[in-house]
């Protein structure tokens, strides 16, 4: 399709892993993208990946790119409430694409 | 410090009449954006602009206007606003041509009655 897809809630406990996934829409994208939103902030860009690479790690955060099946996920390890945000995914085609959003609430 | 400032950040007004939401950027950056985020739509883009005296529509630019007179400065017009215009809106700027890496401002709520 021509939407960037991320499912829209995930509740996770504190201490626990988080896994956030999306499907993007063009295997030509170059950059794809990991934002982070607060509640009455703008966006924060999180991560990135490059299209040739399969996974990146930077501290708690992981993100892994499956080309074949244009699908993303950013795990967040060891989870804490400072975590609770929406998370947007985002893939870049000539200009950045962003899906709906992942509110992550996460549950002491 | 380097950031994205929008001005203001609430408005709330009635159909019809005009209204300039204010973006500034500090870091230099050539690429700025600005788009609308709404409940289960995501971000999506209103209008860019490459460079000075370079703008062009992004996905849903009807009933915005826009300019680039200064490098830092890229305000959203809204010549007369309705009330499907009602959406939380952000600008943001980047370093690289095309747009990546993008740096967001705090967001503007604008409620039009």
């Known amino acids: 399709g021509e939407d960037v897809e991320q499912s829209l809630f995930l509740s996770v406990r504190e201490g626990d892993s988080s896994v956030i996934n999306c499907t993007y829409t063009d295997s030509s994208s170059t950059y794809l993208y990991w934002y982070k939103q607060e509640p009455g902030a703008g966006l924060q860009l999180l991560t990135y990946?490059?299209?040739?690479?399969d996974m990146k790690q930077d501290q708690r955060l992981t993100v892994l790119l499956n080309k074949k099946d244009k699908h993303l996920s950013l795990r967040i390890a060891d989870t804490q409430t400072g975590d609770s945000a929406i998370y947007f995914c985002a893939e870049f085609r000539g200009k950045l694409q962003f899906g709906a959003g992942t509110q992550v609430v996460v549950t002491p | 410090e380097a950031q994205v400032t929008q001005n203001p950040r609430y408005l709330i007004t009635v159909t019809g009449k005009k209204l300039t939401v204010t973006c500034s950027q500090n870091?230099?950056?050539?690429?700025m954006s600005w788009y609308r985020q709404d409940p289960g739509l995501g971000l999506r883009q209103i209008y860019y602009?490459?460079?000075?005296?370079?703008?062009d529509k992004g996905d849903v630019p009807e009933g915005y206007k826009v300019s680039r007179k200064e490098k830092r400065n890229f305000p959203l017009i809204l010549e007369s606003p309705s009330p499907n215009q009602t959406s939380l809106y952000f600008c943001?700027?980047?370093?690289?041509?095309?747009?990546?890496?993008?740096?967001f401002g705090p967001g503007t709520r604008l409620t039009v009655t």
């Open positions: 990946i490059f299209s040739n690479m």
């Open positions: 870091m230099n950056h050539e690429y």
């Open positions: 602009s490459m460079n000075v005296e370079v703008t």
């Open positions: 943001a700027s980047s370093p690289v041509e095309g747009g990546m890496e993008q740096y």
